[in-house]
């Protein structure tokens, strides 16, 4: 008999992409399943780059800590061009992280295997484990269009093989599931079962890749640096430890089989790989490395799946769905980012709460972001893997050129300019009320101090990753006046027309509740008095904030002129469970936000005689 289950989302693969969900979905109590072809997790080598913008989300599900501790920061770049004497010489360096609101102004190395870890320690203490070795064997998508649409149904059909240890027949297993994410990976077969192509091109730059313990006098072998010499160019990654990654560019005879014109692996070895470098490096010197962790080659291919999902049934997230050059250090990024923003939409979909359209804005967000993505990877990769400009070489890339890249992606390459386009869920029609706080992209950190108790507290601390919306009230000068228009809005929310009635379910065990109201005033510490709030705006002692310092006057205050916000006015942020703005309004525009929530949230039905 073969074995027949059900789940609510089947997740295929356990690299960064589907353990992001995974823990996602664990804190929203969603049923899922997720499961992975390799025996054990990675062990060497993979990506190793976080951005600011994945710590400031990996820090929404608590799980930010261990990685500022151990991985090593990058706060510098370095760049290295030809000098006047046939080797290299310093022309200059610059901040590593150039967007201007990054909250953690340097990017972290570390394995992507601690990462794994993380997320796979978080499921393990909610008693969750990844099911391995697993491979899915068939996929089949009902074509019913009325089961596809009631989100409490079980179209997807997956077979799933066991893998033995021995050479025994797999165990095979029916799965019946509501939805599947396929984060297995750039060779991913979720995608080519679903026929979906990867659209963009291969290029001809080859490179290596060697992690290891250097023995150098290069002065800047702790910073990330950008080196192109006539000999080829070399990115340097300052790892957790003692460290260092060196991306290497090959030309073909180091790496190519002449007979067959195609790279042949076992040419790259360590040895090569270091005396590249040495070549690279003159006049620096690199000796025999102290120890070799791991070295590989990639040619940098640029694409883009053609869906990111099927029916809004079967996903595809991570590697599955954009490739790039690792140099541009995002592919872990967003990989995990892929699935931060769908997780949320699931959950509510599964709830009951938001309706199954809410799921088209995944592709509609992530498929854009990743086209983006490739573009900048493909302008950057070109620049570094071109040939410096020398005296001989006149049509090359000049320092000044690469730098001025370097600084304009900043916003991109960090994950914090990340913007997604009006839709159901981004709505930007009053983006006058509060002009800096950019809708569609993510909520500004900014500390605040708490009314209560006058502790500094970071905004984006307040806005975990939990399902929730968070509506920000920044209520102004509590002038009497003002507290009359708070307590007349306050009214209007709680009536039964209004979205705050209409849509905030209560929570249920792991089923948080919809919405989080935190109130922000303006205005010093001595004179506000949070009692003052109607309880709608204070469900708890701690959310309330001032904009203001706290008590040593180093922390906090400017919120109001920073986001450009009126202090005589009530401006409602509506941030979503991602952490990101989708929503501003003043409080005599709230038939906008019940327009807005309407349009993808399903109301409560209320009892008889309610």
Same mark, same amino acid.
């Given at each position: 008999?073969?074995?027949?289950?059900?789940?609510?989302?089947?997740?295929?693969?356990?690299?960064?992409?589907?353990? #992001?969900?995974?823990?996602?979905?664990?804190?929203?109590?969603?049923?899922?399943?997720?499961?992975?072809?390799?025996?054990?997790?990675?062990?060497?080598?993979?990506?190793?780059?976080?951005?600011?913008?994945?710590?400031?989300?990996?820090?929404?599900? +608590?799980?930010?800590?261990?990685?500022?501790?151990?991985?090593?920061? #990058?706060?510098?770049?370095?760049? $290295?061009?030809? @000098?006047?004497?046939?080797?290299?010489?310093?022309?200059?360096?610059?901040?590593?992280?150039?967007?201007?609101?990054?909250? $953690?102004?340097?990017?972290?190395?570390?394995?992507?295997?601690?990462?794994?870890?993380?997320?796979?320690?978080?499921?393990?203490?909610?008693?969750?484990?990844?099911?391995?070795?697993?491979?899915?064997?068939?996929?089949?998508?009902?074509?019913?269009?009325?089961?596809?649409?009631?989100?409490?149904?079980?179209?997807?059909?997956?077979?799933?093989?066991?893998?033995?240890?021995?050479?025994?027949?797999?165990?095979?297993?029916?799965?019946?599931?509501? %939805?599947?994410?396929?984060?297995?990976?750039?060779?991913?077969?979720?995608?080519?079962?679903? +026929?979906?192509?990867?659209?963009?091109?291969?290029?001809?730059?080859?490179?290596?890749?060697?992690?290891?313990?250097?023995?150098?006098?290069? =002065?800047?072998?702790?910073?990330?640096?950008?080196?192109?010499?006539? &000999?080829?160019?070399?990115?340097?990654?300052?790892?957790?430890?003692?460290?260092?990654?060196? $991306?290497?560019?090959?030309?073909?005879?180091?790496? #190519?089989?002449?007979?067959?014109?195609?790279?042949?692996?076992?040419?790259?070895?360590?040895?090569?790989?270091?005396?590249?470098?040495?070549?690279?490096?003159?006049?620096?010197?690199?000796?025999?490395?102290?120890?070799?962790?791991?070295?590989?080659? !990639?040619?940098?291919?640029?694409?883009?799946?053609?869906? %990111?999902?099927? &029916?809004?049934?079967?996903?595809?997230?991570?590697?599955?769905?954009?490739?790039?050059? =690792?140099?541009? @250090?995002? +592919? #872990?990024?967003?990989? *995990?980012?892929?699935?931060?923003?769908?997780?949320?939409?699931?959950?509510?979909?599964?709830?009951?709460?938001?309706?199954?359209?809410?799921?088209?804005? $995944?592709?509609?967000?992530?498929?854009?972001?990743?086209?983006?993505?490739?573009?900048?990877?493909?302008?950057?990769?070109?620049? %570094?893997?071109?040939?410096?400009?020398?005296?001989? &070489?006149?049509?090359?890339?000049?320092?000044?050129?690469?730098?001025?890249?370097?600084?304009?992606?900043? @916003?991109?390459?960090?994950?914090?300019?990340?913007?997604?386009?009006?839709?159901?869920?981004?709505?930007?029609?009053?983006?006058?009320?509060?002009?800096?706080?950019?809708? +569609?992209?993510?909520?500004?950190?900014?500390?605040?101090?708490?009314?209560?108790?006058?502790?500094?507290?970071?905004?984006?601390? *307040?806005?975990?990753?939990?399902?929730?919306?968070?509506?920000?009230?920044?209520?102004?000068?509590?002038?009497?006046?003002?507290?009359?228009?708070?307590?007349?809005?306050?009214?209007?929310?709680?009536?039964?027309?209004?979205?705050?009635?209409?849509?905030?379910?209560?929570?249920?065990?792991?089923?948080?509740?919809?919405?989080?109201?935190?109130?922000?005033?303006?205005?010093?510490?001595?004179?506000?008095?949070?009692?003052?709030?109607?309880?709608?705006?204070?469900?708890?002692?701690?959310?309330?904030?001032?904009?203001?310092?706290?008590?040593?006057?180093?922390?906090?205050?400017?919120?109001?002129?920073?986001?450009?916000?009126?202090?005589?006015?009530?401006?409602?942020?509506?941030?979503?469970?991602?952490?990101?703005?989708?929503?501003?309004?003043?409080?005599?525009?709230?038939?906008?936000?019940?327009? !807005?929530?309407?349009?993808?949230?399903?109301?409560?039905?209320?009892?008889?005689?309610?």
């Amino acid at each position: 008999m073969v074995k027949e289950s059900r789940v609510d989302v089947l997740i295929i693969g356990a690299g960064p992409s589907g353990l #992001m969900c995974a823990n996602a979905l664990a804190g929203a109590g969603v049923d899922f399943r997720i499961i992975d072809n390799r025996p054990v997790g990675v062990a060497a080598g993979q990506a190793d780059g976080i951005q600011p913008r994945t710590i400031e989300v990996l820090q929404s599900y +608590g799980l930010a800590e261990p990685l500022l501790k151990d991985g090593a920061q #990058m706060h510098l770049c370095a760049f $290295y061009n030809p @000098g006047p004497n046939g080797g290299i010489e310093r022309t200059g360096r610059a901040a590593d992280v150039t967007a201007p609101t990054a909250r $953690y102004p340097f990017k972290i190395t570390i394995a992507q295997a601690t990462i794994e870890e993380l997320f796979i320690d978080s499921l393990k203490s909610q008693g969750i484990t990844v099911d391995r070795p697993i491979v899915p064997s068939s996929l089949e998508i009902s074509e019913d269009s009325e089961e596809l649409l009631d989100p409490s149904s079980y179209p997807v059909k997956v077979v799933l093989d066991h893998i033995s240890p021995s050479d025994t027949t797999p165990e095979r297993e029916i799965v019946h599931a509501k %939805f599947v994410l396929g984060a297995d990976g750039a060779h991913s077969w979720v995608r080519k079962t679903l +026929g979906f192509s990867m659209d963009g091109e291969q290029t001809d730059y080859i490179w290596g890749v060697i992690d290891f313990i250097p023995d150098t006098d290069f =002065p800047d072998i702790r910073n990330r640096t950008a080196i192109h010499s006539s &000999n080829g160019s070399c990115m340097i990654i300052p790892r957790e430890g003692d460290k260092v990654r060196f $991306y290497l560019q090959m030309s073909d005879k180091d790496v #190519m089989d002449p007979e067959t014109g195609r790279v042949d692996k076992h040419k790259v070895t360590a040895e090569n790989l270091i005396n590249t470098a040495r070549k690279t490096f003159y006049p620096y010197t690199v000796n025999e490395p102290k120890e070799v962790d791991w070295c590989s080659i !990639y040619i940098i291919g640029q694409r883009v799946a053609s869906n %990111f999902s099927k &029916n809004e049934r079967v996903f595809i997230a991570g590697d599955a769905c954009h490739t790039h050059s =690792p140099k541009a @250090g995002q +592919g #872990m990024n967003a990989s *995990m980012n892929d699935t931060h923003n769908l997780a949320w939409k699931l959950a509510q979909v599964l709830r009951g709460r938001a309706d199954i359209s809410l799921l088209k804005t $995944y592709e509609l967000e992530r498929q854009k972001y990743a086209r983006d993505l490739i573009d900048f990877d493909r302008e950057f990769s070109a620049l %570094f893997s071109g040939k410096p400009r020398t005296s001989e &070489n006149q049509e090359g890339v000049t320092h000044e050129e690469f730098l001025r890249a370097f600084q304009a992606s900043g @916003g991109f390459s960090s994950g914090i300019g990340v913007h997604y386009m009006p839709s159901a869920i981004v709505d930007t029609i009053h983006q006058a009320c509060a002009p800096n706080i950019i809708i +569609g992209q993510r909520m500004l950190p900014q500390i605040f101090v708490r009314a209560a108790d006058a502790r500094p507290v970071e905004i984006q601390d *307040m806005l975990p990753a939990d399902t929730r919306f968070k509506l920000l009230l920044f209520v102004g000068l509590l002038t009497s006046e003002q507290l009359m228009n708070v307590r007349r809005l306050a009214e209007e929310l709680q009536l039964p027309t209004s979205f705050l009635q209409k849509y905030d379910y209560p929570a249920q065990g792991k089923t948080q509740s919809m919405f989080d109201i935190i109130s922000i005033t303006a205005g010093h510490k001595d004179d506000v008095n949070f009692l003052d709030l109607p309880p709608t705006f204070r469900t708890h002692w701690s959310k309330v904030l001032i904009d203001d310092t706290d008590v040593t006057g180093r922390l906090g205050g400017g919120a109001y002129p920073r986001f450009g916000i009126d202090e005589k006015e009530i401006t409602m942020v509506v941030v979503r469970p991602d952490g990101y703005v989708g929503m501003i309004a003043p409080s005599t525009a709230l038939e906008c936000m019940d327009k !807005y929530f309407g349009s993808f949230l399903i109301g409560k039905t209320l009892n008889p005689g309610e």
